[in-house]
């Protein structure tokens, strides 16, 4: 009898005895009652593992909401992008003038994601040293980027490899759907094509007046506007979806870089190494961020059938009223200001799995009882 009573005491929590918890290495300057803050549940079950996936997305909202700082790296990470549509659409322009070979256009891509992806790893880097290891201490988000400039090394290095993977995931995507059969390259518009039709539609073009972006009065050339939105716009797009499903890939590259000091290596053998043990709780977390993000951006179709302009025909030469370009343009901020906030709330969930992930042991946090 006392061997059962002691074994219900240990699966049922009623046991004295404090559990076990694996403490983390102290170079990463984290302690071990952050490790507890990463979500709720235990255990291998599927509906645990869902759990845990969005439990640390609950907690990254928790630390966003309490250090407010934080918000500066979704600021930053916008302008990063907006120049990232500037410098697409400049480069049209050139291209146009001068006419230049094969070559020299992909060194053109390649030096803009590139100087892209090293600006937004930097950001990224600066949100995890700066998100502070207790609830009660304040962060600053430009004191983390402060300490990341010791790991310049390492997040160069880092940005030159996701430049080129990302340009050859695009090469790949597309020359895989030359050689399919006709009947199947619709899915073509699934791939980084896929802005393409949407952005050209209301609410996203809220002027539908082409000859008001085309023309320049007393030139007669295309207008510089035309190449940022929608051309330089879209191509930030695409860019934008390659790096997300690049850094999805390598979660914990830069934590491993940034918290431990691991090389660049180092760092990509542990991240797969790290994906394998809570692949699950990552899919959960990410699903759920996507499904907040989509459901904003679906909106768009109550916006269009509102409106009314869901034709072709009206997408090209109706030009709406006020009201509606007024409506238009607050969704489109509403709905750029919701998805990076979201990234940023991923980024910090990141940090979340990745203590989970270290200390071999999710605990739940007492918040979620």
């Keep these: 009898m006392t061997r059962v009573t002691a074994a219900a005491e240990h699966w049922f929590g009623l046991c004295r005895k404090p559990p076990a918890v694996h403490a983390l290495q102290m170079s990463m300057g984290i302690t071990p009652a952050f490790a507890r803050e990463g979500g709720p549940g ?11 996936g969005i439990g640390a997305v609950l907690s990254g909202m928790r630390t966003l909401n309490r250090n407010r700082q934080l918000l500066w790296f979704t600021l930053l990470a916008g302008l990063v992008l907006a120049g990232n549509a500037i410098g697409e659409a400049a480069l049209r322009y050139i291209n146009r003038i001068v006419q230049p070979d094969i070559t020299v256009l992909y060194v053109q891509d390649f030096l803009l994601g590139f100087s892209t992806l090293f600006c937004l790893v930097f950001l990224l880097a600066g949100l995890f040293l700066s998100i502070p290891p207790e609830k ?17 090394k390492p997040i160069f290095l880092w940005s030159g490899v996701l430049a080129l993977a990302g340009m050859l995931l695009f090469r790949i995507w ?7 059969p006709p009947e199947f390259r619709f899915l073509d518009s699934f791939g980084p094509y896929f802005f393409g039709p949407i952005i050209t539609q209301f609410p996203f073009n809220w002027t539908l007046d082409w000859n008001m ?17 929608p ?14 499903l690049l850094f999805i890939l390598t979660p914990f590259v830069v934590p491993l870089l940034v918290l431990e000091q691991k090389t660049l290596r180092e760092a990509v053998a542990g991240s797969f190494s790290m994906m394998k043990k809570i692949c699950a709780e990552a899919a959960a977390c990410a699903a759920f961020l996507g499904v907040v ?13 509102a409106s009314g302009m869901v034709s072709p025909y009206n997408t090209v030469v109706f030009h709406p009223p006020d009201a509606w370009i007024a409506l238009a343009l607050l969704y489109n901020l509403v709905l750029l200001t919701v998805a990076f906030i979201v990234a940023t709330v991923g980024g910090i969930a990141v940090q979340h799995l990745y203590i989970s992930a270290k200390s071999r042991q999710i605990i739940p946090s007492p918040e979620y009882y």
């Design 42 to 52: 235990g255990g291998s079950s599927g509906s645990g593992t869902i759990r845990r």
């Design 136 to 152: 009660s201490a304040s962060s600053s988000f430009f004191e983390g980027l402060g300490k990341a400039k010791k790991y310049s």
């Design 174 to 180: 597309v020359n895989f759907f030359i050689w399919l």
């Design 213 to 229: 972006l085309t023309e320049i009065p007393g030139y007669g050339g295309r207008s510089l506007l035309l190449l940022i939105y």
């Design 231 to 244: 051309f330089g716009v879209m191509e930030a797009l695409n860019f934008s979806a390659i790096t997300l």
């Design 293 to 305: 993000v989509a459901g904003v951006f679906l909106t768009y179709l109550l916006i269009q059938a």
